[in-house]
């Protein structure tokens, strides 16, 4: 079962990240298509516009790519590393437009302006569509392709140019005329300024990568929570199959902190039989919807008498049950418990219009779990759970609503007054049993 909420949690993780992912991509694909648009639209709005060739087919393609990944994202042919890939061609192809397409067709137009126009920004949606991937990995690679390639871009320029002009050029007490020839000098590279923009990207890389995992974190703390809410919902819903619906949420709590109870076992434990005196023929002379109902409401209410004196109702015997004190739950006195619960037992009967007949008595009691995959029931034997029995047929004979055997008798007899009633035949049981009757 435990493996079974392992993989839901993973199954669950998955998801979320593929979502998120076709999401990021989505955002990507419509970005790369609207640029696209536009560059065709610009050809037709604007005639000083002309459209290259080259630059429609590299839209077209990444558009395509995006496109393709998000039909293949959580199919067969899906792989880990491919957006990495994806976003490391993304970040690279933008840092290549700045770097080789030209800016202007003019020979002595340096290509270094175009790194003047804070073309960075271009770069930080790709870092903001990686967040949604709920993969803080992919974030940190994508920042780090970002401050990598855009340097290698600027680099690449610089290296281009036959001369250039620094912040190294700038005298000391600089003029305005000074700041003119050299800041605004198309020859002007700027490498603080690159420094400022890389600087600013590791930042809010850092700083998104930590959003994600955190992300990712309360996402775990909520898919644990709910597993341990499924994990108890299906112990309590085993332990209602096992024990019956009647069994009191303190009960069923201790029974799912620890099911060592439930395993096979020998318990010192008292057995309760209860049954409903003439229900036979209340049955007989009511509809069958009346009996269920009258039934019902009286079974319930007994039961939880039995619930509230410590003892666990195992099973329904027609009009009546089978309660066990000790056993699969410990109780202090389970004797004494046993008859007080029976004395409550004869009340609430009475309150339903009806009297009952009790049968209590102690001894060994084997418990366990018997039934295959689909049905399993906790099951009690032992010569305490027949002699109780039979001591509850006794009453009728004896006409008392309690019975009780002699073990229990002398334990309880020290709280509760009890009759001697004497030796008597039971069925099935070699000698007579010494009786005793609670008022």
């Known amino acids: 079962m435990e493996d079974t909420f392992e993989r839901e949690s993973a199954a669950r993780l998955i998801r979320a990240e593929q979502t998120g992912l076709r999401m990021a991509l989505a955002c990507r694909s419509a970005a790369t298509g609207a640029a696209f648009i536009w560059y065709v639209l610009a050809a037709v709005l604007f005639p000083e516009v002309t459209p290259r060739l080259a630059t429609i087919v590299v839209l077209l393609a990444f558009t395509a790519v995006g496109v393709a990944h998000v039909a293949i994202i959580g199919t067969t042919y899906d792989r880990p590393w491919i957006k990495f890939a994806i976003y490391g061609l993304d970040v690279c192809a933008i840092c290549a437009v700045f770097a080789l397409v030209p800016i202007s067709r003019a020979d002595d137009v340096p290509q270094i302006i175009a790194f003047r126009a804070y073309g960075i920004y271009f770069l930080f949606p ?50 305005r005329a000074d700041y003119e020839s050299v800041f605004l000098s198309i020859d002007f590279i700027g490498r603080g300024n690159r420094i400022e923009e890389t600087g600013m990207v590791f930042f809010a890389t850092l700083a998104l990568a930590a959003a994600v995992y955190r992300a990712r974190a309360v996402f775990f703390a909520q898919v644990a929570a709910d597993i341990d809410r499924q994990k108890e919902q299906s112990l309590r819903e085993r332990v209602s199959d096992l024990l019956g619906r009647h ?11 620890d099911d060592a109870p439930l395993r096979p076992q020998r318990t010192r434990g008292t057995a309760l039989v209860m049954d409903v005196a003439g229900f036979t023929a209340f049955s007989a002379q009511h509809p069958p919807e009346h009996v269920i109902e009258t039934l019902d409401a009286l079974l319930s209410d007994t039961a939880k008498v039995v619930s509230e004196k410590g003892g666990v109702v195992l099973s329904y015997l027609g009009d009546g049950f089978l309660a066990t004190f000790n056993t699969p739950v410990s109780v202090t006195d389970h ?3 046993a008859l007080a619960a029976a004395k409550d037992l004869v009340i609430v009967a009475k309150t339903h219009g009806f009297d009952v007949r009790i049968g209590i008595a102690s001894g060994d009691l084997v418990t366990g779990i018997i039934g295959n995959e689909t049905r399993q029931s906790f099951t009690v034997y032992g010569d305490a759970v027949n002699l109780a029995s039979r001591l509850e047929g006794l009453g009728k004979d004896l006409k008392s609503s309690i019975l009780l055997d002699k073990a229990t008798g002398v334990v309880a007899g020290d709280v509760v007054e009890l009759t001697r009633l004497g030796a008597h035949p039971i069925r099935g049981v070699d000698g007579q049993i010494e009786v005793f009757a609670a008022s």
Do not use: H, K
């Open 335 to 337: 004797e004494t418990a």
């Open 247 to 257: 069994v009191p949420e303190a009960i069923a709590t201790r029974l799912i902190e």
């Open 126 to 175: 790709l870092l903001a569509m990686a967040c949604l991937s709920l993969s803080w990995r992919l974030v940190l690679w994508t920042g780090g392709t970002i401050i990598a390639a855009w340097w290698v871009a600027f680099i690449w320029v610089q290296n281009q140019m036959g001369s250039y002009l620094s912040w190294a050029d700038m005298p000391t007490n600089a003029t």
